[in-house]
């Protein structure tokens, strides 16, 4: 029997004043290079969800928020290579500091219903629908 480990991953969808949405673009030489996707990354051993993401935020990012400041909102679940992603969605609105793209190739504000015309990973597809409604 085949087992699958489920890989987790926490992502932000950051919403400024007009409801945009931060959007950073994996660099070169990574898996999904060029691809459109949340700001965010795996949660590390013995690291809750919230921390995690609030330590990607910073890192990728220079931006601090805290875990009061992130609201769960969807999840998306699905195959990647021989593991499973479970890929958990928040909401955030405030923040300290401005964002700048550390690791990413680029940076982009965009409404929802502008990211079905982006390149994202099949996994965030899902979670398109469920902003556009929710913002
Ligand atoms: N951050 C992020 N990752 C996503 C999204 N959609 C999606 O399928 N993923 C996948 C891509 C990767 O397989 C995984 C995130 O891992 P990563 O390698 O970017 O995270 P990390 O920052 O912890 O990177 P590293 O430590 O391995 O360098 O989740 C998304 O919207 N945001």
Not at 4 to 10: D, M, N, T, W
């Amino acid at each position: 029997m085949t087992t699958i480990k489920p890989l987790l991953v926490v992502a932000a969808a950051l919403v400024d004043a007009d409801g945009r949405v931060l959007l950073q673009q994996r660099p070169p030489g990574r898996a999904m290079a060029g691809l459109w996707e949340f700001p965010g990354g795996k949660v590390e051993d013995g690291e809750t969800p919230e921390a995690a993401l609030i330590r990607e935020l910073d890192e990728e990012l220079g931006i601090q928020t805290h875990a009061s400041c992130l609201a769960p909102a969807t999840f998306a679940s699905e195959a990647l290579g021989d593991r499973h992603l479970l890929l958990l969605l928040y909401v955030c609105r405030k923040w300290q500091g401005i964002a700048h793209p550390h690791h990413a190739t680029a940076l982009q504000w965009v409404r929802p219903n502008q990211m079905y015309a982006l390149e994202m990973p099949p996994a965030d597809l899902p979670l398109i629908g469920l902003l556009d409604a929710l913002l």
